[in-house]
């Protein structure tokens, strides 16, 4: 008896003092990335733009399902102002909503709801044309927070406060794309702010509780110096000096592939952006950072003009590690977000021409492209570098 029990206290002891036998067993290989990141850098969010069809439990569209579950661990919700309540302030369209939450909680998923309100593209007709006061604007602004964020308390982890209110080539907000700038601003020593943004984050943040991430969100501050990179710092900045609740900011970064090979800013094929530079991308990262703000990528695509050729599908690949590498090392950085992951089912700028542009990691049958084996791998070096290092 004594010398089975020596025996297994030696095997036992034998375990722990190598360690590294353990370690090896760990198939990186077989992990999600959402994983992966978690070993990385535990507390981490990866994440994709979903639909709600993709919960609806069909045979059809389980494989949607049982890719997001085995690959992320944060998804975004559309709570569009114009589809959640599209003929007047009092009558809601939320089952869409609901699905996309309840399998969230079901998947063990968090959520990330997009948005609250933005610039006037976001808003119905309704409102957009209804020729109201600032005290029924301000009233309509509380009664939408206030029935989303009761309806959904706790099961909603970050939110978009507000989307895409500045103007790309100046430190503003664009007056002409925007109803509720008639409420005016504020400002101190740090810069100015939107009486009715203001207004939203009180409000998002008394209804929605501590708990709730408030983020403003916007495009074109994804490298640093650019006019709407240095808006969102002094934004940020000036709201948390008046003590008004804010957490962080997002950084959209919709990217694409020329016709003749370059990685540019600015997803339209048309769009004239500069070039991607990793560098200035960390730097704004640390930026945004240095103001105390958590950031988090929000949006990421990576779309291609001309031939989808596989020198193209590469530069995409590349692309993709690139920006999700510059993420997850940057401190500040909390999440990294694709607007979507399957070619079935993307964001087109370029809709009116007809023209795809195939801008995610899986294409239109779930099969994974280089941009998708770009990232795992990434992860995968990234999580065995750590395990060394570790051991």
Request: with cysteine; hydrophobic share 40%.
């Amino acid at each position: 008896m004594k010398q089975r029990l020596f025996i297994a206290v030696f095997f036992i002891c034998t375990i722990f003092a190598n360690g590294h036998l353990l370690a090896q067993k760990v198939d990186y290989e077989n992990m999600g990335m959402a994983e992966l990141a978690q070993i990385i850098r535990p507390g981490f969010l990866f994440g994709t733009h979903t639909q709600p069809w993709m919960f609806d439990g069909s045979a059809k569209n389980q494989k949607f399902e049982q890719l997001i579950k085995k690959e992320y661990n944060l998804i975004s919700v559309g709570i569009y102002q114009k589809i959640t309540q599209p003929q007047t302030a009092n009558v809601w369209k939320l089952g869409s909503i609901d699905l996309n939450i309840d399998s969230a909680a079901k998947n063990n998923l968090n959520v990330y709801a997009h948005p609250m309100f933005g610039s006037d593209g976001y808003i119905p007709d309704w409102l957009l044309n209804g020729n109201f006061n600032n005290d029924e604007k301000l009233a309509i602004i509380e009664n939408r927070i206030k029935t989303i964020l009761t309806r959904y308390k706790g099961k909603i982890n970050i939110l978009d406060v507000y989307n895409e209110g500045l103007d790309r080539a100046v430190q503003e907000w664009r007056p002409d794309e925007n109803i509720f700038l008639s409420l005016g601003f504020h400002q101190n020593e740090y810069g100015k702010w939107p009486v009715f943004l203001e207004k939203i984050l009180i409000w998002c943040r008394q209804y929605g509780g501590d708990d709730l991430m408030l983020i403003y969100n916007d495009n074109h501050n994804t490298l640093a110096g650019m006019p709407q990179t240095l808006e969102c710092a002094s934004m940020f900045k000036a709201l948390k000096h008046a003590g008004i609740p804010i957490d962080g900011l997002g950084i959209q970064c919709h990217t694409k592939i020329t016709t003749d090979g370059k990685h540019m800013l600015s997803a339209a094929e048309n769009a004239i952006g500069p070039l991607f530079d990793a560098e200035l991308f960390a730097q704004s990262i640390h930026d945004l950072g240095a103001t105390g703000a958590i950031v988090l990528i929000s949006e990421c695509d990576v779309h291609i003009y001309g031939d989808i050729t596989p020198d193209k599908l590469q530069k995409q690949a590349d692309a993709y590690r690139t920006i999700l590498s510059v993420c997850i090392n940057e401190p500040a950085c909390v999440s990294f977000k694709t607007w979507g992951f399957t070619d079935a089912s993307c964001w087109n700028p370029n809709k009116k021409d007809h023209k795809r542009s195939d801008p995610l990691a899986y294409d239109d049958q779930l099969a994974p492209k280089p941009a998708y084996s770009a990232m795992k791998n990434l992860l995968v070096e990234m999580a065995r570098k750590k395990d060394k290092v570790i051991k």
